[in-house]
């Protein structure tokens, strides 16, 4: 896959392996930290046998879209109050951290996510020193994404329990251990994603898909800005929102440089999410990390997507209370789920009812039971 960047417009080639069917791997993965709390990570039952990885098929990409844009919000300006709080300056955005108890009950049902990026695994495989071959703690914290202040109890573990410390790394670097920096940044960058391939319109040529985004005002630029998170909207605000001001000449007030940083980003994150796919199917002596194992639903979601011929794009549920965001066929839907389309229908009727009855005796207010707005559900 290729960024090419001729004057007008960027253009995304998309040639993708005629790969056989495959599915997203399904393992049973708890959360678990480490050193004091300073590394998270989920971890794969062990009791399981590899040999024997199952994989997920029985739900739609649609259906996985859907879970997953429910599960990550979208990036958003700081509040007034928030201002106040955090000291932060205006423009500053905010993008909510994930709750591993939802990624846990997300990866259970779905698929793994977080293995699929093969330069990122390489990266803890290589040798870094001439004695041992072992990663160093500050290494280590800066592959694992270790916040700064936890290195000394990672020095002290490195020092003093050798023996787990290189039984962790070895679990990283054998794919049953995952970083939860590596899940969350690739379950952020999926969204993204997936948000974007939403807002482009799909074009083929031989066949082959390959996505474009002119440079000019156009509905498809501001569907990139929203998508790909260039702009950010104030909390509460919809996709109606008009941010984009901008200085004559300037398209929307968001730079050139950015957009087209923003474009490259989106290239960068597909070809690391189809990397099982399309990656050279040697397998490495080294590491063993075999194709199955590292697959999962971003390999899945973003190949589906890409695949398919049919009109799709990221809607908000038209229910006023819900506006829940989903996936949908272009033309028809407008509600995200048939438990909110009926109870619009039954609102509508209601309404209906109550002008006909001109006699304006009060109606006895039937009991609706919807789907309540709280999209967070946690398990424990
Ligand atoms: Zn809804």
Redesign the pocket.
């Known amino acids: 896959m290729s960024g090419m960047n001729t004057r007008n417009p960027y253009r995304l080639g998309v040639s993708l392996a005629s790969a056989r069917s495959f599915y997203p791997t399904l393992r049973v993965w708890r959360y678990g930290t480490e050193f004091g709390g300073g590394f998270r990570f989920l971890e794969a039952d062990p009791t399981k046998p590899e040999d024997e990885l199952e994989t997920q098929s029985d739900y739609s990409f649609n259906e996985l879209a859907d879970h997953l844009l429910g599960l990550v919000e979208p990036i958003r300006l700081l509040t007034a109050q928030e201002l106040e709080r955090t000291g932060f300056s205006e423009g500053f955005g905010i993008k909510e951290d994930l709750e591993p108890s939802e990624v846990v009950e997300f990866v259970n049902r779905f698929g793994q996510i977080g293995l699929a990026d093969y330069l990122r695994l390489a990266k803890l495989q290589r040798k870094f020193t001439i004695d041992k071959g072992e990663l160093t703690p500050e290494q280590a914290l800066a592959l694992l994404e270790i916040p700064y202040r936890f290195l000394p109890i990672l020095k002290k573990s490195y020092k003093e329990e050798p023996k787990r410390w290189r039984s962790m790394i070895r679990k990283i670097q054998d794919g049953d251990l995952i970083p939860f920096a590596w899940i969350q940044k690739d379950l952020f960058d999926l969204a993204r994603c997936i948000q974007i391939l939403l807002a482009l319109d799909k074009n083929y040529l031989d066949n082959k898909t390959y996505l474009t985004l002119p440079r000019m005002r156009s509905k498809e630029l501001r569907r990139f800005l929203f998508a790909s998170e260039a702009v950010m909207l104030p909390k509460g605000e919809d996709e109606n929102y008009l941010p984009l001001g901008g200085k004559k000449g300037d398209p929307w007030g968001v730079s050139e440089r950015k957009i087209k940083s923003k474009w490259q980003e989106f290239a960068v994150n597909l070809n690391r999410f189809l990397t099982p796919i399309t990656y050279n199917a040697i397998r490495r002596e080294e590491g063993a990390l075999t194709y199955q194992k590292t697959l999962g639903v971003e390999t899945w979601l973003i190949y589906e997507i890409l695949n398919s011929r049919a009109s799709i794009i990221e809607k908000k549920?038209a229910?006023k209370s819900?506006q829940?965001r989903f996936v949908g066929y272009r033309s028809t839907a407008r509600?995200?789920?048939d438990t909110?389309s009926a109870v619009e229908r039954n609102r509508r009727k209601r309404e209906r009812d109550r002008s006909k009855d001109s006699s304006g005796r009060s109606q006895k207010k039937k009991q609706t039971k919807g789907?309540t707005n709280a999209k967070k559900k946690t398990v424990r």
């Open positions: 549920c229910r819900c829940r509600y995200c789920s909110c789907r």
